[in-house]
């Protein structure tokens, strides 16, 4: 069997109130889920498989058809957002139209829906949870003639029984292969807070033990990747000539001793890099960080949310502000960057002055980056089933969305005590409170490191400025 993975094109995004100029600087990551699932076929199974990052490209649906029809899949998997679900569904009809025979349909959505999505028109079956295993007996199945019937983790009609565990091909990540970038075009991502170098994603752990209510990430069992076997990806990818890194986890130190231990690898290894991590404050100490920063992290992301415990309590972050702000100051001391998620809108900002107090605590804290996003509760997470408990979210538009996409659907926000339109003008005027201030300019001036690296963030502050 032929096998085409696409990344769909992100042109009818479900409008979340994110300002445009910030939006636009996002990451670019690679697709690295379809690329585990793409090698994973490669080396389990004698079908042939190739990738289509089609948001990389900002490709038009003409464009994706006329790929597809030229190398005449069998098979077409899609990648799936809930936030990109029109997008899904076009693809999944262009994939139609353009002669194969199959679609499949996985990604975070489907754990979350995964009846809908098998529902939605032109798709063939959906994968629930990790793609690997599934997707290699679905196409095994296919060869044979056979209908997949009794498939883990996969659903191949909406009165099929939803998968009740994920399907996991081994609980230990060692034993899953090496991702090979080449299978995409990997020197043009880049990370536009970096240093301008080749930039990738990585991922050394799955699974999150905390339950944040605002967050949606499916709950997988917490499986972790050897030191060792990390530092093997690290330099198959520093042999390419890429130099930075993120690694994705959901949290990166969930035991500081794995973390140190990982370092240790690195520096036994003599492996040069720059990486990028997401990070709990709890637990940090300078010991950690210093260790960290030995090893090449240069920037660590926390998800701050809020500066006040009663907000902290309510999303259940499980962190104090004291915490929170030792965390920050060590990083400043020892010499890592830091990233702070900000959230307004949230169940605890009564009036205009609790948000302008969130803005301001973001000032004071100083990171050297922050994102400020307006709280989105989608479906899957607990602020979701809270508002509809409490009467402040309407599910219905939620779940007709699900069941039929429609490119003028706006994902609700918390409005109990703000509108929309109130709401987007206090997070506009976060980030340039935040941003235009001297300070925060005339730092970064000092930490241009290139001229590629001065007009990407130049390009930035302009639109920013403009916004």
């Given amino acids: 069997m032929r096998v085409m993975l696409i990344r769909p094109p992100a042109k009818h995004t479900v409008e979340s109130e994110v300002p445009e ?6 990451l670019s990551y690679p697709p690295l889920a379809l690329m585990c699932i793409a090698q994973f076929i490669r080396d389990q199974s004698s079908h042939e498989v190739t990738i289509v990052d089609a948001q990389l490209d900002d490709m038009e649906y003409d464009v994706l058809e006329q790929k597809i029809r030229e190398w005449k899949p069998d098979v077409v998997g899609v990648t799936a957002f809930t936030v990109q679900l029109v997008d899904v ?32 028109p032109g798709v063939d079956a959906v994968v629930k949870g990790e793609g690997q295993k599934p997707m ?33 091909f081994s609980n230990n990540l060692d034993d899953y292969p090496i991702v090979d970038r080449t299978m995409v075009d990997y020197r ?51 042999d390419l000539g890429i130099e930075e890194f993120y690694f994705v986890d959901d949290t990166f130190n969930i ?3 794995r973390v140190i231990d990982l370092c240790d690898a690195i520096l036994e290894r003599g492996l040069k890099l720059r990486w990028t991590v997401r990070f709990r404050v709890k637990g940090m100490n300078r010991e950690l960080l210093t260790k960290m920063k030995e090893a090449g992290c240069h920037r660590i992301q926390f998800g701050v949310e809020q500066g006040t415990e009663e907000g902290l309590l309510r999303l259940k972050k499980d962190v104090t502000v004291r915490e929170i702000e030792s965390a920050f100051r060590l990083c400043r001391e020892v010499g890592i960057n830091t990233v702070a998620y900000f959230m307004i809108g949230t169940p605890v900002e009564r009036t205009r002055e609790d948000v302008m107090d969130t803005i301001a605590y973001s000032i004071k804290l100083d990171p050297d980056f922050v994102m400020f996003n307006v709280l989105t509760p989608f479906p899957g997470t607990t602020l979701y089933d809270e508002g509809e408990r409490d009467g402040v979210l309407d599910v219905t538009p939620w779940m007709e969305f699900m069941r039929r996409p429609n490119e003028d659907f706006k994902a ?42 001065f007009m990407r963030k130049a390009t930035a502050g302009l639109r920013m400025l403009v916004a």
């Fill in 21 to 26: 100029a910030v939006s636009a600087e996002n």
């Fill in 89 to 120: 569904l076009k693809t999944v009809k262009t994939a139609k139209a353009a002669g194969a025979k199959y679609v499949v349909v996985g990604g975070p959505h489907v754990s979350d829906f995964p009846r809908e999505c098998v529902g939605l």
């Fill in 136 to 168: 290699v007996d679905l196409c095994d199945a296919w060869a044979k003639g056979e209908t997949p019937k009794g498939i883990a983790g996969t659903m191949c009609h909406p009165d099929d029984p939803v998968p009740e565990q994920d399907v996991y």
């Fill in 188 to 238: 043009r991502y880049y990370d536009v807070m970096g240093k301008g170098g080749i930039f990738t994603t990585l991922i050394s752990s799955r699974g999150c033990p905390y339950r944040c209510t605002f967050c949606n990430t499916p709950r997988h069992r917490y499986r972790v990747m050897s030191p060792a076997r990390v530092c093997e990806e690290i330099k198959s990818c520093l």
């Fill in 255 to 257: 035991t500081n001793q």
């Fill in 412 to 453: 609700q926000v918390w409005d109990e005590h703000f509108t929309r339109a109130e709401l987007r003008e206090m997070l506009d005027l976060a980030y340039k409170r935040f941003y235009w201030r001297p300070k925060f300019v005339a730092r970064n001036i000092t930490q241009i490191q290139s001229p590629k690296d």
